[in-house]
C-alpha cells in the first residue's frame, strides 16, 4: 500500500470539492491504485432515505446496473457496516471482519445477492459523510485477502480529510444560499428621459399648459405632445397627473420650486 500516494489523492479530492469541482472519478482511480482493491465503490445520496444514490465504480466491476443499485439499496439494512453506522453513527473505516466472521456474512441477503455474484468475499467501508439529508460512502473490496490493520488505519485520514472537505461546501452553500435570501431586489431601471422630454415635464409639474410650455421653450404644441408621449411611454403611465408624479418619485425637488399640477379633465390619454 501506497500511504503517500493514498494522502496526495485525499488532499487533490479535498481541493477539489471546496472548489465544487468534480472528484469522484479520480478519487475511486486513487484508492483503487494506492490501496490496491479490487473495486472501490463511492455512493453519493441525496435525501439517501428515500432516493437511490449516485453510484461511480473503479476496477472490477466497473458499474452496476439500475437494477442492481435497487437491490443493493433495498437489501442495504443488511449491511454490518451500515447497520452500526445508523446504530451508532460511527462513520469511520472498518472491515465486515470487524463485525462478523467471513462465514456468517456469508449467510446475509447482501452477500448472496450483491456480493457473491462478483465473488467479493472482503469489504472496508467508510463514511465521510451522513446527515439526515445527505449520505457520502466509500466501499473497497478484495476477492481473495481481506485488509489488514495497517490498511485499515491508513484509511482514517483519508475520511477525515474528505469529511473536513464536504461539511466545508455544505456549509459554504448554505450561507450563500442564505445570503442571496437576503439580498435586497435590484433596484428598477431608472427611465432616462431627453433633455427636452425633461423640460417639458419641468413646466407640466409647476402649472404650465401645453400652449405655455410651448412658448416657454420656443417649440410648437405638437412638439410637446410628441415629447409627452415619449414621456408616458418610458415611464408607462397614461396621464399627464401619473407622469408628473412619476417624475417627481424620482427628482428631487429644488427648494423655492412650486409644483401644480391641475387635474381637472385628466383623463387617461390625455396629453393637453
Not at 57 to 62: F, H, L, N, R, V
Not at 134 to 142: A, C, E, S
Not at 248 to 272: E, K, M
Amino acid at each position: 500500500m501506497n500511504e503517500a500516494g493514498l494522502l496526495r489523492h485525499a488532499l487533490k479530492a479535498a481541493h477539489a470539492i471546496v472548489n465544487n469541482a468534480p472528484f469522484v472519478d479520480e478519487l475511486a482511480a486513487g484508492l483503487l491504485q494506492s490501496v490496491g482493491a479490487d473495486c472501490v465503490c463511492i455512493d453519493i445520496c441525496r435525501s439517501w432515505r428515500t432516493q437511490t444514490p449516485s453510484v461511480t465504480m473503479a476496477g472490477e466491476p466497473s458499474a452496476l446496473s439500475a437494477g442492481e443499485i435497487d437491490q443493493w439499496m433495498t437489501l442495504s439494512a443488511d449491511d454490518p457496516y451500515l447497520g452500526n453506522l445508523l446504530a451508532t453513527g460511527d462513520p469511520r473505516p472498518y472491515r465486515t471482519s470487524d463485525f462478523m466472521s467471513f462465514n456468517r456474512f456469508r449467510q446475509t441477503s447482501i452477500y448472496r445477492e450483491v456480493f457473491a455474484r462478483y465473488g467479493m468475499r472482503h469489504l472496508l467501508v467508510m463514511a465521510p459523510r451522513i446527515t439526515d439529508e445527505d449520505l457520502v460512502l466509500i466501499g473497497l473490496t478484495r476477492r481473495l485477502h481481506d485488509f489488514s490493520d495497517r490498511e485499515a488505519h491508513a484509511l482514517h485520514p483519508v475520511r477525515d480529510l474528505i469529511a473536513t472537505a464536504l461539511d466545508y461546501q455544505a456549509q459554504t452553500t448554505a450561507i450563500q444560499a442564505r445570503v442571496r435570501a437576503s439580498e435586497p431586489a435590484a433596484p428598477p431601471r431608472r427611465r432616462t428621459f431627453t433633455e427636452r422630454e425633461t423640460q417639458v415635464l419641468a413646466l407640466i409639474a409647476t402649472g404650465h399648459t401645453n400652449d405655455q410650455a410651448a412658448r416657454k421653450l420656443g417649440i410648437s404644441p405638437r412638439t410637446v405632445r410628441k415629447h409627452l408621449e415619449g414621456v408616458f411611454a418610458k415611464a408607462n403611465v397614461s396621464s399627464r397627473a401619473a407622469a408628473v408624479a412619476w417624475w417627481l418619485r424620482q427628482t428631487p425637488i429644488t427648494p423655492g420650486c412650486s409644483v401644480r399640477v391641475s387635474l381637472t379633465n385628466d383623463a387617461p390619454g390625455d396629453l393637453d
